[in-house]
Every structure is written in C-alpha cells, then in structure tokens.
C-alpha cells in the first residue's frame, strides 16, 4: 500500500502543471539557480541529442521546454541579481507554452555556400528576400500528437556565429537556433496520452525524429 501510495504521489508530480502555481514558479526558479548537476540533469529530460549525419546540415538538438522547464532556464540564465518575484512576472507575461528549441549547425557537407544557396531559393519560393542565415526556412517543421497536428503561434531564430580558425575574429555563420512556441493547453499529459512528435524535414537530407512523453516531464 504504501509503495502504491509513493508510486501514485510520483506519478501526480510529474504531470504537467497549467498553469503553475506560485509555488511551482518559486520551485524551478531555485532549481535554475542552482545551475549544478541537478539543474542539468533536469533539463536533459527535455533533450533530445542527435549523431553527425553523413551529409546535409546538422540537427544536433531539440528541447521541449514546458512552462516549469522554461522557469528553470530563464532563472539559469540569469543568475545574477535575478529574484524569484522577477522569475514569476516574467512567466505571468510569457503564458502557458510550450517551447521547442532546435539547434541546427552548418556541416563539411552542408557549408554556408550551401546555407546561402537554399536562403536564395526559399527566397524566390516566397517573393521576399531572405538572409543566409535564414536557411532554415526552408526546413519543414512537424509537432504531433495523437495524429493531430500543431500550429506555431510564434517563430523565431537567432543565428550561431564563430571563427573559422583560431586567432580569426571574423564572425563565421555557424548554424542557427529555432524556437517554435505553442499554447501548453492543446497538448495532452496524461499517463496514458500519446508522445509528442517532432519531425524535422531540411531540404536536401533525411528527416530527424524525436519524441517527448508529456507525461514524464514537469
């Protein structure tokens, strides 16, 4: 009985929380604080890490932050005269979604001459002028969830930059970060409820495929 009552208590705190509590809020802005091996191993839950593919651009991650993942990012990323009151405004203006942040990096096989290439080409699909680091237009981005299909209502991207060799300042096109945003209420997170589906389709390679059980994410 009691291990029944211990798996059930489980199982409750794992269900997605929409919206959270001010408690929850106050709970993962800790959590983000700590910004040690807990913190880490917490988001890992939310990732999804992809090999090198023998050709064609890079999708080497995807996160699927819930509104409790978000809290602990945010609070991570500002681990300096950041309160917990400042964490709770901040997720009372973004709202309940859900986040997918998909990191895609340039490759031998796919170089910026490539990303400049297909920037060009989506430009001309869509009768506006694209910058290379827009490539990523070009992908086709698919979330599912029981065979129902999920409109963005936000898109945006932020452009990875690097040298081309030690010692070069020039800033080199590296890759891009995607972050689609959804509404949290659509998807299901029940125990029993289907895994959400990401498919990810780039322009001259094959597909990347991950799957997230809501159910097992806070």
Known sequence: MISAMKWALAAALLLLEIPLSDTAVREAYFLGQRNDQKTAD????????????????????????????????????????????????????????????????????????????????????????????????????????NDQYFEPRDIRSNPIYGSSSPGDRGATLRGTMVWLEFEAAAFEAEPESAPVQVEIVPPTANHVLAKFDLAKLR
């Open 42 to 145: 917490f988001l890992k839950l939310s990732t999804r890490s992809f090999s090198l593919p023998d050709k064609g651009p890079y999708i080497s991650e995807i996160h699927l932050l819930t509104p409790y993942a978000q809290v602990v990012v945010n609070s991570s990323q500002h681990s300096t005269g950041y309160s917990a009151q400042q964490a709770l405004a901040d997720y009372r203006r973004r709202g309940d979604t859900l986040l997918l942040q998909i990191r895609i990096e340039l490759t031998p096989t796919y170089t910026y001459d490539d990303a400049v290439r297909t920037a060009n080409d989506t430009a001309r699909e869509l009768n506006r002028h694209l910058d290379p680091e827009d490539f990523w237009q070009a992908f086709r981005f698919t979330v599912s969830q």
